[in-house]
């Protein structure tokens, strides 16, 4: 008993109810599902009934899959069309336990532990890549999976979340291939790598990308990386994963290319983003206010201040803080988010991966609280100070906004 109550992985699930019964109690005492009323309605949730129908069928009445289904828009591939939402997805196949009429119970329940896990898996990462203290880590496990991009996809795009498990887990196995001579660990990286394309073919390309930058610019607990063990890692993820990975992927790669959102002009033919989103860019850290191309931010209080704690730190975590000024660049100009985007439209939402080395910095912040100095703590007020001056501004500076709490509850 006394182990349980000194566990981290205790005392973040108690954090983690609480945080939950405080934001979406209404859910359970209204009788509220979170099947949202645009994608959830119209592409998530009738994707999860049509595959739990169609796998039941196969299963216990032998009943093949159709290769091909008018049901979807003009007509499509069904394995083309469901690899995106719900044949890769982990989370999917213990629906299949429940009959259909409680699927909708099921589409919350699995969405709201899907979150659970992001907490999970960042402390099962972080703990094992660098030394934190048990506060620091529950503090960065909140930071990790409590974000506005968390809270967005929840009721949106719900097994978006996934890639937030998968991240972790990915860093944490480059860095075992990495740091030690076990062949078990590239096994440990062959099957995460694995998992993040069958699971989704789109997350698992940026997951793909944010490997090899933290694989080039490790986060500060990693010696120099010998070259044959980056030849190692390179030869994991583009040739094991792809036998493992392909019965999913190349339906999914062959649908992409002939989707009507490819082939179109590189970033929509944007060279700069409107003024709008550079003024939304400092408000975009604290809120989720405006997230115009994706740039999905409002991490909370502590996050931001990791960060600036460990810019204040340039040679300390200087690899960490390299990470944060190329992401500042990226976001600046729309060729590389469409570039990242798989050379369409210019779309942000790998910023996503930015959370891990955010968490990992307010982690270490608090692990390390006795370093934090008053000029710290004016820098942090004066990013805040700015981000709130963002929101206002993007807002036509109506005090009553509903952004304004956001702002209220950072300074406090």
Excluded at 68 to 91: A, E, K, P
């Amino acid at each position: 008993m006394k182990r349980t109550f000194k566990s981290t992985y205790f005392w973040y699930s108690v954090m983690f109810l609480i945080v939950t019964l405080v934001t979406m109690g209404f859910l359970f005492v209204g009788g509220v599902s979170l099947v949202e009323n645009n994608d959830g309605i119209g592409q998530h949730f009738p994707a999860l009934i049509y595959w739990h129908n169609e796998v039941i069928n196969l299963l216990l009445h032998h009943s093949y899959i159709p290769k091909f289904d008018w049901h979807f828009g003009l007509g499509q591939d069904t394995i083309g069309v469901l690899s995106y939402y719900v044949i890769g997805d982990i989370f999917f196949y213990p629906s299949l336990i429940f009959p259909a009429s409680l699927l909708g119970y099921y589409y919350t329940v699995a969405a709201i532990f899907r979150v659970y896990l992001i907490g999970i898996s960042f402390i099962f990462a972080a703990k094992r890549i660098s030394k934190l203290s048990q506060i620091g880590l529950l503090i960065g496990a909140l930071v990790y999976t409590f974000s506005g991009y968390t809270s967005r996809v929840l009721y949106t795009h719900p097994f978006f979340s996934t890639a937030l498990i998968i991240l972790p887990l990915l860093v944490l196995n480059v860095y075992k291939v990495s740091t030690s001579a076990n062949k078990r660990n590239r096994i440990g990286l062959t099957l995460v790598v694995a998992w993040a394309l069958v699971n989704n073919f789109y997350f698992g390309e940026l997951l793909g990308i944010g490997t090899f930058v933290f694989l080039d610019f490790p986060i500060g607990y990693t010696p120099r990386i010998s070259s044959r063990k980056i030849n190692i890692i390179r030869n994991i993820v583009s040739d094991y994963w792809s036998m493992i990975s392909a019965v999913i992927l190349l339906p999914s790669l062959i649908q992409v290319m002939g989707s009507a959102r490819t082939g179109h002009q590189l970033a929509n033919g944007l060279s700069v983003y409107p003024l709008s989103y550079y003024v939304s860019l400092p408000g975009t850290l604290i809120s989720n206010f405006n997230m115009e191309f994706w740039v999905v931010g409002g991490v909370i209080g502590f996050g931001v201040m990791g960060c600036v704690w460990s810019l204040r730190r340039w040679k300390q975590f200087k690899t960490t803080n390299v990470i944060f000024l190329l992401a500042v660049l990226a976001v600046m100009f729309p060729v590389v988010a469409a570039f990242i985007n798989g050379g369409s439209s210019p779309s942000n939402r790998w910023v996503f991966m930015l959370l891990f080395p955010i968490a990992l910095s307010a982690a270490r912040m608090v692990t390390n609280c006795v370093s934090l100095s008053n000029k710290d703590i004016l820098i942090m007020f004066v990013v805040g100070i700015l981000s709130a001056f963002s929101l206002f501004a993007i807002s036509g500076f109506n005090v009553g906004f509903s952004a304004a709490f956001v702002v209220f509850t950072f300074f406090c």
